[in-house]
């Protein structure tokens, strides 16, 4: 190792910048956050420094470096252009065992500057070295992604009950214990998700527990939307909770790529639904939940697309919250936005189409009871979930309620993974289409002439990872 790792305090504390231009600002803006009283040294100042000198929130010395400059700082950092003045500075301060830094020269620091990834009171700190500055803010913006900002909250939350801790816990061991059940319960998700109060009063009630010598509350249900396909599409909730859960009960809309993110070694539960064939009746699904979720676990329910568009995720929380089961929902990009997106079909255009509509293709007793009238309507894109196998009826009916039989249409079979293919024709067309061509579900159904736009957009590859052109095939136009 090496520097050592370490947090500095210097809230009100003397600090010297020598070096007036803007990588001095930067690091004048980065004491000025952790409270530091900040004098700058330099010939001329940058439009940056300039501002905080004339507002008085730093002070400032125009002229060259002096070696009484350093009196009485408790660090110093050295960003000028200037080569022999920043080993000047490296060098009077070392010699009063100041703490100096010298921008991009790690050999003149006897301290270092790290990239921060700021969540007060938490915060995190990469370094490496002053090998690779890049390398180091590469890694931050990573970390950056993976951690809520709202873990700052979190912190505070913690830090007001740290002397009941002590006092509940007189032991160093029994203290550890209680904040790791806490940390991986519920009453994180209620801070992150923004519900402070509830999280309070959850915490209030697992020391209460803790205290009476009760059992811990029950587990916590995510009702998850897996989003249409491709991983790369998940929202950073959804990845997170999908990596903690303990289990995993997922649908067959669920792609591969996206349940080999989740945590490996979690119980996983199929409870797929095919035409037809329910694996698991959705009265058991909820029941499933429920009882999982009473034995104290942390359950990821995880739906293809969005759990709250014809994934009936209304009906499962509904019985959680009769049941008195802790429950959140992470939304996800829904089917119709991310197939079409990759599909290169716009859902509107103020050419073709100002409205769009989701419907659901399933067939009822061989009809699809929809109000079909409403879907006919002029400059509108009409969208609909799950109709492969009713596709000759939705055509049927789109003409029969006034759509011209010429109206553009796309099929798109397994839309966002590798496996997509992309089918288009008319509504009067696209029935035989379907009928010469071997589509798996799960599939999206597009109607409208929005669907023009196909041929002259290029498309995303989630194969390749690259854009190209769409190629004409078999009666209609397929990537793959």
Avoid at 35 to 50: H, R, S
Avoid at 202 to 219: Q, V, Y
Avoid at 342 to 371: C, E, W
Avoid at 394 to 420: D, F, R, Y
Wanted: aromatic content about 6%.
């Amino acid at each position: 190792m090496d520097f050592l790792p370490t947090f500095m305090k210097i809230d009100g504390r003397p600090c010297l910048v020598v070096g007036g231009g803007d990588i001095a600002a930067r690091k004048v803006g980065l004491l000025r956050a952790a409270g530091g009283a900040v004098t700058v040294v330099a010939p001329a100042l940058c439009t940056t420094l300039t501002e905080l000198a004339q507002q008085s929130l730093i002070q400032y010395r125009s002229g060259e470096f002096r070696a009484d400059d350093l009196t009485d700082c408790v660090l110093v950092i050295a960003a000028t252009d200037d080569e022999a003045v920043n080993r000047e500075v490296s060098r009077l301060a070392h010699a009063q065992r100041i703490p100096v830094n010298v921008v991009d020269s790690p050999a003149l620091c006897s301290f270092i500057v790290p990239s921060i990834v700021d969540r007060s009171p938490v915060q995190i700190a990469v370094s490496t070295g002053g090998v690779s500055p890049v390398l180091a803010r590469t890694l931050r913006a990573r970390l950056e992604t993976m951690i809520p900002s709202t873990y700052g909250l979190l912190g505070e939350l913690l830090e007001q009950y740290r002397e009941r801790a002590k006092l509940t816990f007189p032991d160093v061991d029994g203290r550890r214990k209680f904040w790791e059940d806490v940390l991986s319960g519920p009453i994180v998700e209620m801070v992150f998700s923004g519900q402070a109060e509830a999280a309070r009063e959850a915490l209030l009630d697992a020391f209460a527990r803790a205290e009476d010598g009760r059992p811990s509350a029950t587990g916590e249900v995510y009702l998850v939307g897996a989003g249409p396909g491709d991983p790369d599409l998940l929202t950073f909730r959804a990845l997170r909770l999908m990596q903690q859960a303990d289990v995993i009960v997922h649908d067959r809309l669920v792609s591969e790529p996206v349940l080999a993110l989740c945590r490996r070694d979690a119980e996983r539960i199929y409870v797929g639904k095919e035409r037809n064939y329910h694996r698991v009746p959705q009265e058991g699904i909820n029941q499933l939940l429920v009882r999982l979720a009473k034995e104290g676990k942390r359950v990821c329910r995880l739906k293809g697309g969005d759990p709250f568009i014809f994934g009936r995720g209304g009906e499962e929380i509904d019985t959680l919250a009769e049941e008195g089961i802790p429950f959140q929902v992470v939304p996800a990009i829904t089917a119709a936005s991310g197939v079409s997106s990759y599909a290169g079909i716009p859902l509107t255009h103020r050419d073709y189409s100002q409205a769009v509509i989701f419907a659901t293709g399933h067939l009822k007793d061989g009809s699809m009871n929809l109000n079909w009238t409403a879907l006919a309507q002029p400059n509108q894109t009409v969208v609909f979930y799950m109709g492969l196998h009713g596709v000759d009826i939705l055509c049927k009916e789109l003409t029969a309620h006034g759509m011209p039989s010429s109206m553009p249409i796309a099929l798109v079979q397994k839309g966002t993974t590798p496996e997509q293919k992309i089918f288009t024709g008319t509504l009067e067309t696209m029935p035989d289409i379907v009928h010469n061509a071997d589509i798996k579900p799960p599939t999206l159904i597009i109607v409208g002439k929005v669907v023009k736009l196909h041929e002259k957009l290029k498309w995303f590859d989630p194969q390749h990872h690259e854009q190209k052109p769409f190629s004409s095939v078999g009666g209609g136009i397929a990537g793959n």
